[in-house]
């Protein structure tokens, strides 16, 4: 018997799954086989490929993914006729956030390609790094400034905002931590005085740009993971309370900070209806507007200069407006999907004895689920206002191309999770 292998009998379709670790196609399933003269063939269908990823997960971040842009594009059309923004194009907006969607989408297949053993090993370099551009941003010509915070590198494509890579930086580096001081967990100078210590700088150079919506995420992902990796629960609730006391004394500290709390207690009142609870207070409009199923989309009224930021932080006001409570519920749904499947692929790993890997996915979960929260419940009306975008969604370049490399390294933990369930090895 002779057989000769031949990568032209793959469908192109068998090739791109080979790519994303779906289980080889042999040749002998694809040739005919000639046995004594006699040729004979497969005839009977080909047995479903299990494929090396979460194609659900995949499918969900895809749709929120589309929604942004269609959102974005409905939030910011009205923006040139503001003079504020110059002689710009009606889809300028929608243009930029695409090509940042693209170079995510670049990011993503790189970071997906990394196996996780890889991450772990660099993980304290990724958080040098980032601490060294959080650094770098407040250096005079070197950050950019908008809006009086100095959050951002300009790298002439695109702004990036360093705080957005802390973020995955943190998740990876207190993960590797985590398993590092396994053995020791339970003592609180070895194990989590240091993460804290590690914390507590980065929030440092957050507060300096100002962005406290980055450190209250950062903050809370790590405390987190130091929970789920296993940290004694009263060292766990002495932690909570201490961010709790530290982020009451910068609201008490800052004038600007607690006219936000007033604001927030009272945005129709004369003296914050057009300051500090000026945005709240549209948002609000907006979401009243739409009530059951909106107004349709591209009819919201708010989105017309009178809802500063709407493409950004606000974006969740405008679906509110035009696809009304059916919109949102259908947006919380999907967001409290994702973030419990995700969590759920960490759990997987831990089961597997990946302990690194599952922190990881979890941490991820907790970053994407908590920054959601926030933001739904800032444009709601239930939370303060604070400058976080909706994840996916919110036009931002940086926080797209993060958002979707934190994803594609969720997605390489579900495919070495299936290798390892497949009796192969990662």
């Not at 089961?351 to 990881?360: E, P, Q, T």
């Not at 400058?387 to 926080?399: E, V």
Request: a positive charge.
């Amino acid at each position: 018997m002779t057989a000769v292998a031949s990568e032209e009998r793959l469908t192109p379709w068998q090739r791109i799954s080979g790519w994303f670790g779906a289980i080889p196609v042999k040749a002998s399933d694809v040739l005919p086989v000639r046995i004594g003269g006699t040729e004979y063939r497969q005839t009977t269908a080909t047995p479903a490929r299990m494929v090396g990823f979460d194609q659900a997960l995949l499918w969900v971040v895809i749709a929120l993914l589309a929604w942004g842009v269609v959102m974005v594009y409905s939030a910011s059309i009205a923006m040139p006729d503001n003079p504020r923004f110059g002689n710009i194009e009606h889809y300028h907006f929608v243009k930029r956030h695409v090509m940042s969607l693209c170079m995510g989408f670049v990011g993503a297949f790189i970071a997906f390609k990394i196996p996780m053993n890889t991450w772990e090993r660099y993980a304290p370099w990724l958080f040098v790094v980032s601490i060294l551009l959080l650094v770098a941003v407040l250096i005079p010509h070197v950050g950019t400034v908008v809006n009086g915070a100095r959050r951002w590198l300009s790298l002439g494509i695109m702004n990036f905002q360093p705080s957005e890579l802390a973020k995955l930086a943190v998740v990876i580096y207190a993960s590797d931590y985590m398993v590092r001081k396994m053995e020791v967990k339970e003592r609180f100078f070895r194990a989590v005085l240091p993460m804290a210590i590690a914390v507590a700088v980065v929030g440092a150079l957050l507060l300096a740009e100002p962005d406290m919506g980055a450190f209250m995420v950062i903050a809370v992902v790590a405390m987190g993971i130091l929970f789920l990796g296993g940290v004694n629960a009263r060292m766990f609730f002495l932690i909570a309370a201490v961010l709790l006391l530290a982020f009451a004394c910068m609201v008490w500290f800052s004038e600007w900070r607690r006219e936000r709390i007033f604001a927030y207690l009272d945005p129709w009142s004369e003296k914050h209806a057009l300051g500090k609870g000026y945005q709240l207070s549209h948002a609000l409009i907006a979401i009243g507007r739409g009530e059951i199923f909106g107004v349709g989309l591209g009819g919201s009224v708010e989105k017309l200069h009178w809802l500063p930021e709407a493409h950004t932080d606000f974006l969740l006001s405008v679906i509110g407006e035009e696809f009304g409570l059916v919109g949102v519920m259908i947006l919380i749904v999907a967001f409290l999907w994702l973030t419990r499947r995700i969590m759920h692929i960490g759990r997987q790993a831990i089961a597997l004895d990946r302990v690194f890997s599952g922190l990881v996915a979890q941490g991820i979960a907790m970053w994407i689920g908590f920054q959601s929260f926030i933001n739904m419940g800032v444009n709601l009306g239930a939370l303060p206002t604070k400058g976080l975008t909706l994840p996916l969604m919110s036009f931002g370049g940086s926080a797209a191309l993060m958002n979707l490399v934190a994803l594609a390294v969720v997605l390489r933990v579900d495919y070495e999770n299936k290798v390892l369930m497949r009796g192969g090895r990662v």
